[in-house]
């Protein structure tokens, strides 16, 4: 059993997801956005790399069905209807829609884990689905890969916290020892330890929450932390990511 854990998208390469489940996690905002819009009604979400691309996805889409979202430098893309706060994603907003997406870091990370056995989408919002789904994956194939969003190539601690949390709710019964684990696993166990259960004062130390929170924005690391508020697994799969339903669930 392997548990993998990266720092951020520009570190793996296309063999490293190859064969596993990739949780791709970035707390603040795009994950915990993906994971609210889905809940109430999205029909999918469509990542893109810029926002050209998001502008070229769109037009192929009807155009009463589509809606163009994302940020830079934590901002509403101009001409774009939605940013990336997860109060904007109001089921009024998206039910039945499918939402072009292009964030700074998110969904570079959500694009870098295309070709992986299964990518899921993160957060504190779903932590427990996400987590539970991990869970069944590396009992089943033996191999979970958390890839982090990071800030521009760069290690973010609001995503390594995270990813701890989700290494930590995967150990088996012998804990480290009856897992084999990449050092970066190691280091956000170690933040796990140190934050609990505490994702708010884990987002607030980070220097991505403290640029939100000089943005104004301390409503959305609020939103972002509130552990399972929005219980939905997001599935990655053939470019678009949707909430995955059981069968026989509709
Ligand atoms: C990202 O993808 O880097 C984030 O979602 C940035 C943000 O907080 O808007």
Redo the contacts with the bound molecule.
Sequence with gaps: MRIDVVFAPQSVAPADVAGRTVVVV?V???TTCIAVALANGAKAVLPAASSDEALRIAQNLERDAVVLAG?RK?LRIPGFAMG?SPGEFTAEAVAGKTLVMT?????QALIAAQGAREVLAGAAVNFGAVAARARAALADHGQVLVLC?GGDGEFALEDAFAAGRIAKALLPEGGLKAVEVNDAAVASLELARRYGERWARALKASS?GRE?AALGLQADLEACATQDSHPVLPVYADRRITAYRAPGEG
């Design positions: 970035d603040l905002r795009a940020e934590s990336n964030t700074s870091n998110g969904t969003g991505h939100l």
